[in-house]
């Protein structure tokens, strides 16, 4: 599988394991993986984590809007992390930065959940 799972503290963790996210069918895999690891899930808090991601095709946005829609359909909570320097520019080129809540890795992402705030 080119992800791992672990669900701590009501939050879900992915890690994406493949260095190079390109092959349309390596990329339905890898969603097909992650979809199935969500629906098990009792989790509403997600932090899928990009730390051994070097490179990812341009359809990897399009899945990954899906996701957060599916994300929000169920309530769910998603946070991106450890996002490679050249791909977190590709999400601000495209805008996607504003879309998504992409923090610096996984402990802050994990931290950022319980941020209250200022009147919460």
Do not use: W
Not at 39 to 58: I, N, P, R, W, Y
Not at 83 to 90: C, G, H, S
Not at 110 to 115: L, M
């Amino acid at each position: 599988m080119p992800i791992d799972s672990y669900a701590k503290d009501d939050i879900l963790t992915i890690r994406i394991h493949d260095e190079r996210l390109i092959d349309p069918e390596q990329l339905k895999r890898l969603f097909d993986d992650i979809y199935t690891v969500i629906g098990k899930s009792e989790e509403t808090q997600v932090v899928v984590d990009f730390k051994a991601v070097k490179f990812m095709a341009s359809a990897m946005l399009g899945k990954l809007v899906a996701m957060k829609k599916k994300c929000d359909e169920f309530k769910a909570k998603l946070k991106l992390c450890s996002v490679a320097p050249e791909i977190l520019e590709v999400f601000k080129i495209t805008k996607l930065n504003k879309v998504f809540d992409i923090q610096s890795d996984e402990a802050t992402a994990r931290k950022s959940f319980s941020k209250r705030g200022f009147f919460g």
